[in-house]
């Protein structure tokens, strides 16, 4: 297709990936815009364009030379590619025309934030920016390794066959580059990642070897790093960072050779004034014959104190990167530094050798307990692969299980030990001598501790010949100033050794921790005790002091979900709270505390649920903690999750952390500190007035990292530069200081902008109070309780003035706009919120034009006015619609009035069903309409005093129960959690969560016979809920356990062990509008005949006669509300207000309360009276629903402002603009529409009764 055609069709569907279109972008970019389109043409939809849009410039993607090599690969033709220049996704957006999918990214770029509105689906593998939730939209943001992986999960798990070879290798390489091939040690790769390639590989036929993945893996990576194409100006580019607005080019080669390219100074020196910036840092490594050499240069126009204090930053490095100035160039206004890095070897993977082979430990910190001769075996010679004199260290007497020699190597200061190496004397040949196995000591907080495996071994494999290296990991790592290696023998022999030690400088900067005693016998039996913890027990050992050991070593545990030892977790039980000190080496500025929790509900392991901190200089007074609430994880979260906590700059000795349980284990695997020395941050020097003047030059230079804007701060490029080339950060930051002057300033301004918003609020109020007053009785109306007596006069409702958009009003309700498209789960509108003059900076154009006409809406005040006042004279256009309380041929004209209704011009994607789109949507139509100004914003209606308050008179349910204490105790079946499988979360209420289960052996109330599988609804209570919610729940599930009716979905059973729950049936064939549209989905024309859906409603009917025998009150009845049986009986359910996917056709008010709007009685919304008349009003409204086969919602033409405002005209008995009621369906009969008419009589003793209705329809079907 051209993209010259784009301007023929509606809507353009647009796969967007993320700006640095690295391989994962470009992959999941192609990849879900084909599936997308696949999925349509095998549902037979006439579907617009599916675009994937690589995200740079067409004439930027040369420099991507790992994705063009693997695009080559796999057989995608490059000149097939679409790239961001090509297409102007704002002109498709300012036209209404976008439909955007955003993949591998969910924070939008500064320039791309205009595009927020056309999003439908986001999918990104990166922990979500608060600040950018995305509601309404189809989002999944899981924590794996690769976004490829959840394009892979989700194709999977919808449709196998889509998967060919192409599909599999084009998803297998992204996941092998972002996890380094699925290592271990990078730590990159999630279980799921692992099973998806898995699955991949064997869906399409593909080799599983781990030869063939890393030789993959390889070939991307060296494409990643070839050069040998690109201009210093496509490398700058190639692998490009901003932090606060600094640019850090990283080079696959050193900054030296790069700065030897032809013009590649100019190129620097370009790109750095094209960008206004007056700093660059250039980063080189260089990685041949596994030697890694690394390099920086940092270019800088004059002055540059800013790369000075950089320098110093970087060099104050606890782990020094040991920077040796090279070479100066200058010019009159630029400087440019390059700097040789010595230290490589500092990193966060915590793997590399700490120097005996390279002789950075010195002869004199290599000491032994004897030598056989000092000069040729002594413990200096003891450097793995050297043949330094004899050899090796060779101890003086042999070696037995009575005689101990051993090794000792100073490392001068503490260091995480992960790996070691032994080898024996080679000798050039001569050697005979080597360990065959040793024990390891090390020297921590003064003492000897003797190393052990998690097994509890202490003797280590060691080698069996003089020439092989025997490497090895340390299951549990340990923290140490000197080691000591022991040689060990059962018998009598000669050994020799050399040896090498792997890991990296302690940053921590713990001495101790105190916590109670772990378990021996953990979840499943397995071992949860804190293994290397190096300290002693206390007196009644109930506590473990004076030593360190899992919680901060550095290894995280295997996932919780799948593992059956739980190797690396530490846990507890039974113990509330759980408090664990920790005591530090020096008074530290802590920033930072992250806690890496198990969460495996289905065991009983679960996250705490709250956290204090205290922090104390001494150890004997702590001060206020900070106390934080942890959220519940679900059944479906990662089962490692790491909870960061911000400590706001404490200064502390000693941290005590007091962790309260959520469930009955609490397993942790890993304690981690961000903080700083005082003393040196005390140290630092205050910048000079040119460093001041320069950084507020630049303080707009931030930049947006994952969704947030951070200041400049030194620190942060410093810890970039660091994470950049695999260093572990400083420990402590170079934060700039701002002058007074600024302070001033900024102090000045934001007096003066309090001053000017004082004076608007006040000079709206004055004009407000002319025409609109308060609402006066709406509190005593909705938010207390429903106590007989308490009515509203509808003419003391004074409304605020309504806000115009392009002619329609809306009002100020937080979320009273929505858009929405037919009855599609997956694509709706977020919220907009609008509140006096404040301009959400996201807003589109014609968003903002709500305040530009604000000035202008007195006009329509008036007219407002004369909707609830038609007694006092206001000019206005009057609405034609006819009268509910009479049923005459005059009805029927009222349905040519539809068009006329405005729809709110905001963009709105196309629904899954295009092929027989509806012709309205929730304010929205399909064709040019008039605009009726009589609409008002009916703000204050619905606000409830509590934000826990429910439309019924329970928390549980939906039906209004009015009467608990008459009820008897009805003997429910209990049953074990143990025999529900979670299929699904389907939502959750201000009680706990719903869950759709497949339930095992359980009576199944139709037949009365156990069932060995069914499908049903498991409402459970949250964790550790009151005794008094608990005993409130019950009564509640007493009073539905004796509906025992088969068209109202039922209780089974409750769920015996936390968290307490209640079974409740559903319909094996699912929700009815789900049901009802799957079978239009089936491509005909007809998929449901007329007698089968009067068949739906009148089991409707049945079941409700039933409740209104009982006075029970539904409150909430809908098609949603309704579940379909394999024998396509219905069921009437509640359980709808709980489904997330249903959010959308609910009103949510300020108090974040859901309320059935468009199906409620009049009575129901103004006076609060629910009632089995009221229901007869909702279930003509389900009625219509069904007869037009779920497509469009009630009203659907209307805000949700306007049908408030209809509700409004009920009140009145002699107002000339008469209410509007619903369209008859085209294939609903007179009389059936007669009879839907008579239940929406304003009147509701006129309403017929249920049985009359349910008689009626008998009597109907009979004709």
Same mark, same amino acid.
């Given at each position: 297709?051209?993209?010259?055609?784009?301007?023929?069709?509606?809507?353009?569907?647009?796969?967007?990936?993320?700006?640095?279109?690295?391989?994962?972008?470009?992959?999941?970019?192609?990849?879900?815009?084909?599936?997308?389109?696949?999925?349509?043409?095998?549902?037979?939809?006439?579907?617009?364009?599916?675009?994937?849009?690589?995200?740079?410039?067409?004439?930027?993607?040369?420099?991507?030379?790992?994705?063009?090599?693997?695009?080559?690969?796999?057989?995608?033709?490059?000149?097939?590619?679409?790239?961001?220049?090509?297409?102007?996704?704002?002109?498709?957006?300012?036209?209404?025309?976008?439909?955007?999918?955003?993949?591998?990214?969910?924070?939008?770029?500064?320039?791309?934030?205009?595009?927020?509105?056309?999003?439908?689906?986001?999918?990104?593998?990166?922990?979500?920016?608060?600040?950018?939730?995305?509601?309404?939209?189809?989002?999944?943001?899981?924590?794996?390794?690769?976004?490829?992986?959840?394009?892979?999960?989700?194709?999977?798990?919808?449709?196998?066959?889509?998967?060919?070879?192409?599909?599999?290798?084009?998803?297998?390489?992204?996941?092998?580059?972002?996890?380094?091939?699925?290592?271990?040690?990078?730590?990159?790769?999630?279980?799921?990642?692992?099973?998806?390639?898995?699955?991949?590989?064997?869906?399409?036929?593909?080799?599983?070897?781990?030869?063939?993945?890393?030789?993959?893996?390889?070939?991307?990576?060296?494409?990643?790093?070839?050069?040998?194409?690109?201009?210093?100006?496509?490398?700058?580019?190639?692998?490009?960072?901003?932090?606060?607005?600094?640019?850090?080019?990283?080079?696959?080669?050193?900054?030296?050779?790069?700065?030897?390219?032809?013009?590649?100074?100019?190129?620097?020196?370009?790109?750095?004034?094209?960008?206004?910036?007056?700093?660059?840092?250039?980063?080189?490594?260089?990685?041949?014959?596994?030697?890694?050499?690394?390099?920086?240069?940092?270019?800088?126009?004059?002055?540059?104190?800013?790369?000075?204090?950089?320098?110093?930053?970087?060099?104050?490095?606890?782990?020094?990167?040991?920077?040796?100035?090279?070479?100066?160039?200058?010019?009159?206004?630029?400087?440019?530094?390059?700097?040789?890095?010595?230290?490589?070897?500092?990193?966060?993977?915590?793997?590399?050798?700490?120097?005996?082979?390279?002789?950075?430990?010195?002869?004199?910190?290599?000491?032994?307990?004897?030598?056989?001769?000092?000069?040729?075996?002594?413990?200096?010679?003891?450097?793995?692969?050297?043949?330094?004199?004899?050899?090796?260290?060779?101890?003086?007497?042999?070696?037995?299980?009575?005689?101990?020699?051993?090794?000792?190597?100073?490392?001068?200061?503490?260091?995480?030990?992960?790996?070691?190496?032994?080898?024996?004397?080679?000798?050039?040949?001569?050697?005979?001598?080597?360990?065959?196995?040793?024990?390891?000591?090390?020297?921590?907080?003064?003492?000897?501790?003797?190393?052990?495996?998690?097994?509890?071994?202490?003797?280590?494999?060691?080698?069996?010949?003089?020439?092989?290296?025997?490497?090895?990991?340390?299951?549990?790592?340990?923290?140490?100033?000197?080691?000591?290696?022991?040689?060990?023998?059962?018998?009598?022999?000669?050994?020799?050794?050399?040896?090498?030690?792997?890991?990296?400088?302690?940053?921590?900067?713990?001495?101790?921790?105190?916590?109670?005693?772990?378990?021996?016998?953990?979840?499943?039996?397995?071992?949860?005790?804190?293994?290397?913890?190096?300290?002693?027990?206390?007196?009644?050992?109930?506590?473990?002091?004076?030593?360190?050991?899992?919680?901060?070593?550095?290894?995280?545990?295997?996932?919780?979900?799948?593992?059956?030892?739980?190797?690396?977790?530490?846990?507890?039980?039974?113990?509330?709270?759980?408090?664990?000190?920790?005591?530090?080496?020096?008074?530290?500025?802590?920033?930072?505390?992250?806690?890496?929790?198990?969460?495996?509900?289905?065991?009983?392991?679960?996250?705490?649920?709250?956290?204090?901190?205290?922090?104390?200089?001494?150890?004997?007074?702590?001060?206020?903690?900070?106390?934080?609430?942890?959220?519940?994880?679900?059944?479906?979260?990662?089962?490692?999750?790491?909870?960061?906590?911000?400590?706001?700059?404490?200064?502390?000795?000693?941290?005590?952390?007091?962790?309260?349980?959520?469930?009955?284990?609490?397993?942790?695997?890993?304690?981690?500190?961000?903080?700083?020395?005082?003393?040196?941050?005390?140290?630092?020097?205050?910048?000079?007035?040119?460093?001041?003047?320069?950084?507020? @030059?630049?303080?707009?230079?931030?930049? $947006? =990292? *994952?969704?947030? #804007?951070?200041?400049?701060?030194? /620190?942060?490029?410093? &810890?970039?530069?660091?994470?950049?080339?695999?260093?572990?950060?400083?420990?402590?930051?170079?934060?700039?200081?701002?002058?007074?002057?600024?302070?001033?300033?900024?102090?000045?301004?934001?007096?003066?902008?309090?001053?000017?918003?004082?004076?608007?609020?006040?000079?709206?109020?004055?004009?407000?109070?002319?025409?609109?007053?308060?609402?006066?009785?709406?509190?005593?109306?909705?938010?207390?309780?429903?106590?007989?007596?308490?009515?509203?006069?509808?003419?003391?409702?004074?409304?605020?003035?309504?806000?115009?958009?392009?002619?329609?009003?809306?009002?100020?309700?937080?979320?009273?706009?929505?858009?929405?498209?037919?009855?599609?789960?997956?694509?709706?509108?977020? @919220?907009?919120?609008?509140?006096?003059? $404040? =301009? *959400?900076?996201? #807003?589109?154009?014609?968003?903002? /034009?709500?305040?530009? &006409?604000?000035?202008?809406?007195?006009?329509?005040?008036?007219?407002?006015?004369?909707?609830?006042?038609?007694?006092?004279?206001?000019?206005?256009?009057?609405?034609?619609?006819?009268?509910?309380?009479?049923?005459?041929?005059?009805?029927?004209?009222?349905?040519?009035?539809?068009?006329?209704?405005?729809?709110?011009?905001?963009?709105?994607?196309?629904?899954?069903?295009?092929?027989?789109?509806?012709?309205?949507?929730?304010?929205?139509?399909?064709?040019?309409?008039?605009?009726?100004?009589?609409?008002?914003?009916?703000?204050?209606?619905?606000?409830?005093?509590?934000?826990?308050?429910?439309?019924?008179?329970?928390?549980?349910?939906?039906?209004?129960?009015?009467?608990?204490?008459?009820?008897?105790?009805?003997? $429910?079946?209990?049953?074990?959690?143990?025999?529900?499988?979670?299929?699904?979360?389907?939502?959750?209420?201000?009680?706990?969560?719903?869950?759709?289960?497949?339930?095992?052996?359980?009576?199944?109330?139709?037949?009365?016979?156990?069932?060995?599988?069914?499908?049903?609804?498991?409402?459970?209570?949250?964790?550790?809920?009151?005794?008094?919610?608990?005993?409130?729940?019950?009564?509640?599930?007493?009073?539905?356990?004796?509906?025992?009716?088969?068209?109202?979905?039922?209780?089974?059973?409750?769920?015996?062990?936390?968290?307490?729950?209640?079974?409740?049936?559903?319909?094996?064939?699912?929700?009815?509008?789900?049901?009802?549209?799957?079978?239009?989905?089936?491509?005909?024309?007809?998929?449901?005949?007329?007698?089968?859906?009067?068949?739906?409603?009148?089991?409707?009917?049945?079941?409700?006669?039933?409740?209104?025998?009982?006075?029970?009150?539904?409150?909430?009845?809908?098609?949603?509300?309704?579940?379909?049986?394999?024998?396509?009986?219905?069921?009437?359910?509640?359980?709808?207000?709980?489904?997330?996917?249903?959010?959308?056709?609910?009103?949510?008010?300020?108090?974040?309360?859901?309320?059935?709007?468009?199906?409620?009685?009049?009575?129901?919304?103004?006076?609060?009276?629910?009632?089995?008349?009221?229901?007869?009003?909702?279930?003509?409204?389900?009625?219509?629903?069904?007869?037009?086969?779920?497509?469009?919602?009630?009203?659907?033409?209307?805000?949700?402002?306007?049908?408030?405002?209809?509700?409004?005209?009920?009140?009145?008995?002699?107002?000339?603009?008469?209410?509007?009621?619903?369209?008859?369906?085209?294939?609903?009969?007179?009389?059936?529409?007669?009879?839907?008419?008579?239940?929406?009589?304003?009147?509701?003793?006129?309403?017929?009764?249920?049985?009359?209705?349910?008689?009626?329809?008998?009597?109907?079907?009979?004709?």
């Amino acid at each position: 297709m051209s993209l010259e055609k784009l301007n023929e069709y509606e809507k353009i569907h647009v796969v967007l990936g993320n700006e640095t279109c690295d391989l994962d972008s470009a992959v999941c970019s192609i990849v879900q815009a084909y599936w997308i389109y696949q999925q349509c043409q095998n549902e037979n939809i006439d579907f617009p364009p599916v675009l994937p849009i690589l995200n740079v410039p067409k004439s930027k993607f040369n420099i991507k030379t790992e994705v063009t090599y693997f695009f080559k690969l796999n057989g995608i033709p490059l000149e097939s590619l679409i790239f961001r220049d090509q297409v102007d996704l704002k002109e498709l957006n300012d036209r209404k025309k976008l439909v955007l999918y955003l993949v591998d990214h969910h924070t939008p770029s500064e320039h791309d934030m205009s595009l927020a509105d056309s999003v439908v689906q986001v999918i990104d593998h990166r922990p979500q920016d608060p600040n950018w939730l995305w509601t309404g939209r189809v989002i999944n943001l899981t924590k794996v390794g690769s976004c490829a992986t959840l394009i892979a999960k989700n194709i999977i798990e919808k449709n196998k066959s889509f998967i060919d070879q192409q599909i599999a290798s084009l998803l297998i390489g992204p996941i092998l580059l972002d996890t380094c091939s699925l290592s271990p040690e990078a730590a990159r790769a999630t279980q799921t990642d692992i099973e998806i390639i898995e699955q991949l590989e064997l869906l399409a036929n593909l080799p599983s070897t781990k030869d063939h993945r890393e030789t993959l893996h390889s070939r991307i990576l060296n494409a990643k790093s070839d050069i040998s194409t690109l201009t210093p100006n496509d490398l700058i580019l190639k692998d490009l960072k901003f932090v606060n607005g600094i640019p850090i080019p990283g080079f696959p080669i050193l900054v030296q050779e790069f700065l030897n390219l032809n013009r590649a100074l100019d190129a620097v020196n370009s790109f750095t004034s094209e960008r206004e910036c007056r700093i660059t840092i250039l980063l080189g490594m260089d990685f041949k014959e596994d030697a890694v050499k690394r390099d920086l240069a940092v270019f800088s126009f004059l002055p540059n104190e800013l790369e000075n204090k950089i320098i110093e930053a970087l060099n104050n490095n606890s782990s020094k990167l040991e920077l040796t100035l090279v070479e100066t160039m200058s010019k009159e206004n630029w400087c440019l530094r390059l700097y040789k890095q010595a230290n490589v070897r500092a990193t966060h993977k915590c793997v590399f050798p700490l120097g005996m082979e390279e002789g950075k430990i010195p002869d004199d910190a290599i000491s032994a307990s004897s030598s056989y001769e000092t000069k040729s075996v002594g413990p200096q010679n003891a450097r793995i692969r050297q043949e330094k004199n004899g050899g090796a260290w060779c101890p003086k007497a042999q070696i037995s299980s009575d005689i101990r020699e051993y090794l000792e190597i100073d490392l001068t200061k503490d260091h995480l030990i992960t790996w070691t190496e032994t080898q024996g004397r080679f000798g050039n040949g001569q050697g005979q001598e080597y360990a065959e196995s040793f024990f390891l000591e090390y020297w921590r907080n003064s003492k000897w501790h003797q190393y052990k495996t998690i097994s509890g071994d202490r003797i280590l494999r060691g080698n069996s010949n003089t020439y092989l290296v025997e490497k090895q990991k340390l299951e549990l790592p340990f923290v140490a100033s000197r080691v000591r290696f022991v040689p060990y023998s059962q018998h009598p022999r000669t050994v020799c050794m050399r040896v090498e030690i792997y890991g990296c400088s302690w940053e921590q900067r713990i001495v101790k921790y105190k916590a109670p005693k772990a378990a021996a016998f953990g979840p499943g039996g397995a071992n949860v005790e804190d293994i290397s913890y190096d300290g002693r027990f206390d007196i009644d050992g109930s506590s473990m002091i004076d030593g360190i050991g899992q919680l901060v070593d550095g290894i995280l545990g295997d996932d919780p979900h799948s593992s059956s030892n739980l190797a690396h977790w530490v846990g507890w039980s039974n113990i509330n709270p759980i408090i664990i000190i920790f005591e530090f080496m020096d008074i530290r500025i802590f920033e930072n505390c992250t806690i890496y929790a198990a969460n495996a509900p289905v065991r009983g392991i679960e996250v705490f649920q709250n956290i204090k901190l205290s922090f104390s200089k001494d150890g004997d007074e702590y001060d206020v903690p900070l106390n934080i609430n942890i959220e519940e994880k679900s059944l479906y979260s990662p089962g490692i999750i790491p909870i960061s906590i911000s400590l706001k700059s404490r200064i502390s000795k000693f941290i005590k952390i007091q962790l309260e349980p959520r469930s009955k284990w609490l397993l942790l695997s890993e304690i981690t500190f961000t903080s700083f020395s005082q003393l040196l941050n005390s140290s630092q020097d205050v910048q000079d007035q040119t460093v001041d003047q320069y950084l507020l @030059d630049i303080k707009n230079e931030t930049t $947006i =990292i *994952d969704g947030s #804007q951070f200041p400049l701060n030194i /620190d942060n490029i410093t &810890e970039t530069i660091s994470t950049t080339t695999v260093i572990t950060p400083d420990a402590f930051p170079v934060n700039p200081r701002w002058s007074q002057t600024y302070i001033g300033l900024i102090s000045g301004t934001l007096t003066v902008l309090a001053l000017l918003l004082t004076c608007g609020i006040f000079v709206m109020k004055l004009r407000g109070r002319n025409k609109v007053a308060l609402l006066q009785k709406h509190t005593a109306l909705l938010c207390g309780t429903s106590t007989p007596g308490i009515t509203l006069n509808v003419k003391d409702i004074k409304l605020p003035t309504p806000i115009v958009v392009n002619g329609t009003q809306s009002s100020r309700l937080t979320g009273s706009i929505k858009s929405i498209k037919g009855r599609s789960n997956s694509i709706t509108s977020y @919220d907009t919120t609008l509140r006096g003059d $404040i =301009i *959400d900076p996201y #807003q589109t154009t014609g968003q903002r /034009d709500i305040v530009n &006409e604000y000035e202008h809406c007195s006009v329509y005040a008036e007219k407002t006015y004369k909707l609830l006042f038609p007694d006092e004279r206001f000019s206005g256009n009057k609405t034609d619609y006819a009268d509910v309380s009479e049923f005459n041929n005059e009805t029927i004209a009222l349905h040519q009035e539809h068009d006329k209704t405005l729809i709110l011009d905001i963009p709105q994607p196309p629904t899954p069903y295009a092929h027989k789109t509806s012709k309205y949507a929730h304010g929205h139509s399909s064709k040019n309409q008039k605009v009726y100004e009589s609409y008002y914003a009916a703000t204050d209606i619905l606000t409830i005093k509590r934000r826990e308050q429910h439309t019924g008179s329970s928390l549980f349910t939906s039906f209004y129960i009015e009467d608990h204490n008459n009820v008897d105790p009805f003997d $429910i079946p209990h049953i074990s959690r143990h025999r529900l499988r979670i299929l699904d979360k389907i939502g959750e209420g201000s009680f706990g969560f719903v869950h759709l289960c497949e339930a095992k052996n359980i009576q199944s109330p139709d037949s009365g016979t156990t069932k060995n599988r069914q499908l049903v609804i498991v409402r459970s209570l949250w964790r550790g809920v009151t005794d008094s919610l608990k005993k409130d729940f019950m009564k509640d599930m007493y009073v539905l356990a004796q509906i025992r009716d088969p068209n109202i979905a039922r209780i089974i059973a409750l769920v015996e062990e936390e968290p307490f729950g209640a079974v409740f049936e559903y319909g094996d064939l699912g929700d009815l509008p789900d049901f009802i549209r799957s079978q239009e989905r089936a491509g005909l024309d007809s998929p449901l005949g007329y007698s089968r859906l009067m068949k739906f409603i009148t089991h409707i009917a049945s079941g409700m006669k039933y409740l209104e025998s009982l006075n029970i009150a539904h409150c909430d009845l809908s098609s949603r509300n309704c579940v379909v049986g394999k024998n396509l009986s219905i069921k009437v359910s509640d359980h709808a207000m709980y489904c997330s996917k249903y959010d959308r056709e609910y009103y949510v008010n300020e108090c974040y309360s859901k309320i059935p709007l468009r199906w409620m009685a009049w009575e129901a919304v103004l006076l609060a009276k629910k009632s089995c008349q009221a229901d007869v009003w909702s279930y003509a409204t389900t009625v219509w629903e069904i007869l037009t086969y779920c497509e469009d919602l009630p009203f659907s033409e209307m805000t949700s402002e306007q049908v408030l405002e209809n509700c409004g005209k009920y009140y009145h008995s002699g107002v000339s603009d008469k209410a509007r009621v619903l369209s008859q369906p085209s294939i609903c009969t007179r009389d059936l529409y007669r009879m839907m008419t008579k239940c929406w009589n304003k009147h509701a003793d006129s309403r017929p009764s249920f049985e009359e209705i349910y008689i009626f329809l008998k009597h109907l079907s009979l004709e």
